[in-house]
């Protein structure tokens, strides 16, 4: 019999089987346990930063944890896309409530605050996120293509030009004069408000280039005809007619009746 | 009707205006239309006399205006012949007033309005302050021809018939008969076949077929359920689109609207059945008159017809919920196949887009 055996049933040695014990399956759980898949690239300070920013300016609206209130959908989900655009085109955080979130010139946040408060929103669940540059800047699109898609799917609310339009109630489709490429794409992807879901399996990201190109396309291109009247087509033409030609012809008529001084 | 008193105090007229009835036959007669004694009449406004007319200095300023209207003309017209040649057709300035716009255009379209105008504001300036402006009154000649006239007239008309034999020969006037009756049909044909199609029961089926898959539009692939998320919405049409001889006319009754729910927010069971897992596919036609109902409002789930207004509740059915679309839109039964791309499970049990007479009977 050897020295350990001896002992073993001295009263320590159940206290030091227990720790032998512990040691083991502590060791053996750090070795062998999966890991969870870092889906986010972002460093967790930036994540945290992101937390600090959404307590503070979405909260009262979104809920403490993002789970959404009576004023506000929940967040979980919604992806990085989503909060780049609503904050980044300043329609987030929405000053009070109305029937859509217009879209706003001053941005209240910088681009590394927009993409602190996304991150910490993309933590939450995953969702679409940001997309790559090479989709969204709209260069090497076809823009014949993306004019084709625009008409069918995007046309009947935007209208042909992206020049807006009407929905019910009080909502609106508004006009896609000068939106950068990648506030584009993330509508598309996010669906923002009324605006249904163009996932990147609807509407691949080559095609959605090529939407950006038309729509960028369109806000470069000169009227060689002179005003546009805003591409609203034959309203505000008729509008134009009515008020300026028919002004101008009943002038005339006037004029014509009058007897001279 | 009213009576009144005449000058000798006895009862004229009935009706209050007193003068008898004037027949056709009498000739030229003068009357005064009937008026009561009370109105007389006030003659034309009193002539007020021009500057022109007053001053030989007024009609001098109006001869200089005249003249600077005409030179303004022919300077526009310089202008055009000019520019016509000088300004190159692309070129693109900035206008105050209207933005960038084709110079070549504007200047061409300005020039031309002053060369038309100066002439025509400048003829009329002219006559209004310089030409004579005295009141003239022109009689109206009688408008009856004398009985000799008349009677000329109807004598020929009546020997016109015997002098054509249509008297004598009434083979001429039956076939003529015939051949002008005849006449009317093509355009009654035409009229009465613009009404539909004769084969009615074309404008009750569509493409779509049990099997046909249904494909993106406009890139015409296939769609499998896992890519169609939550508020998504694809704009679609039958696979066999490609096979069509008259792609418009099929497009123009087969496109389908393709969006997927919670299934929990849909309220009618048979909208939940004959879709696949809360993606539901409807017809783009609108029921009201057929335009396409594009316009999906993903938070409140309602369609919008951009023509009339019509909205449709997806959550039920499709059911109107405002404008003029008398009946919902019908909903397109699809499943999913053995590689997990959505078809149609049936072709439409209805017919889609506006009403028409034969809509309801088999």
Not at chain 1, 17 to 44: D, I, K, M
Not at chain 2, 109 to 133: E, R
Not at chain 2, 230 to 247: T, W
Not at chain 2, 341 to 352: G, H, I
């Amino acid at each position: 019999m050897n020295a350990l055996a001896a002992r073993r049933r001295h009263p320590a040695a159940i206290v030091l089987l227990l720790l032998l014990g512990l040691l083991v399956t502590g060791f053996a759980y750090a070795t062998f346990a999966p890991r969870t898949a870092q889906a986010s690239t972002a460093a967790q300070s930036q994540v945290e930063d992101g937390k600090k920013l959404f307590l503070a300016n979405c909260a009262t609206c979104h809920g403490l944890q993002a789970e959404g209130t009576k004023v506000g959908p929940s967040l979980a989900g919604v992806g990085a896309a989503a909060v780049d655009f609503q904050m980044g085109t300043g329609r987030m955080p929405l000053a009070g409530p109305a029937v859509q979130a217009p879209r706003k010139q001053e941005i209240q946040f910088s681009q590394a605050e927009i993409s602190a408060v996304a991150a910490y929103v993309a933590s939450l669940a995953p969702g679409p996120g940001i997309p790559d540059a090479k989709y969204s800047s709209g260069e090497g699109g076809d823009v014949a293509l993306g004019g084709e898609l625009f008409r069918v799917n995007c046309a009947m609310c935007h209208n042909f030009a992206g020049s807006g339009g009407a929905l019910t109630r009080g909502k609106y489709a508004p006009n896609l004069r000068n939106v950068s490429g990648k506030h584009i794409y993330e509508a598309m992807v996010s669906g923002p408000q009324s605006m249904p879901v163009f996932n990147d399996q609807n509407i691949s990201p080559e095609s959605k280039n090529a939407i950006v190109a038309y729509l960028h396309a369109v806000d470069n291109e000169e009227n060689v005809g002179g005003f546009s009247l805003g591409n609203l087509g034959p309203v505000s033409e008729g509008l134009f007619a009515w008020v300026f030609g028919l002004g101008l012809l009943v002038g005339f008529a006037v004029w014509l009746g009058k007897k001279a001084a | 009707m009213s009576e009144h008193e005449g000058r000798r105090g006895e009862v004229v007229g009935t009706d209050g205006f007193g003068a008898t009835a004037v027949r056709l036959d009498q000739g030229h007669v003068e009357v005064h239309g009937g008026l009561p004694e009370r109105f007389s009449n006030p003659g034309l406004p009193p002539h007020v006399p021009r500057l022109s007319d007053l001053h030989e200095k007024g009609a001098k300023r109006a001869e200089k205006q005249v003249a600077t209207l005409f030179g303004l003309s022919a300077l526009g017209t310089l202008v055009f012949l000019v520019c016509y040649f000088a300004i190159d057709q692309e070129q693109v300035a900035f206008i105050p007033g209207i933005g960038k716009a084709n110079l070549y255009n504007v200047v061409l379209g300005v020039s031309l309005a002053f060369a038309l105008l100066g002439i025509g504001v400048g003829a009329v300036h002219w006559a209004k302050t310089l030409m004579p402006d005295t009141e003239m009154v022109e009689e109206r000649h009688t408008l009856r021809a004398s009985d000799a006239d008349r009677q000329r007239a109807a004598d020929d008309f009546l020997a016109g018939g015997p002098a054509a034999q249509l008297d004598r020969r009434p083979l001429i006037k039956y076939s003529l008969g015939g051949a002008l009756g005849l006449f009317a049909l093509p355009l009654v044909l035409q009229l009465v076949g613009g009404l539909g199609p004769f084969n009615i029961q074309q404008l009750k089926h569509t493409i779509w077929k049990k099997g046909d898959r249904l494909v993106r539009d406009p890139e015409r692939t296939p769609i499998r359920a896992d890519q169609v998320t939550v508020g998504s919405v694809y704009h679609v049409l039958p696979e066999s689109i490609k096979d069509s001889q008259h792609v418009l006319e099929d497009k123009g009754k087969a496109a389908v609207l393709l969006m997927r729910l919670n299934p929990d927010e849909i309220k009618v069971k048979k909208e939940r059945d004959w879709g696949h897992d809360g993606i539901v596919a409807y017809s783009k036609i609108c029921t009201h008159v057929g335009c396409p109902v594009g316009l999906y409002e993903q938070t409140t789930h309602h369609l919008l017809c951009p023509c009339h207004q019509s909205t449709f509740d997806v959550t039920d059915d499709c059911k109107v919920i405002f404008g003029p679309a008398k009946r919902p839109l019908p909903q397109l039964k699809i499943t999913v196949d053995s590689e997990g791309y959505l078809v149609a499970d049936a072709p439409f049990a209805q017919p889609v887009g506006p009403s028409f007479w034969e809509r309801d009977r088999t």
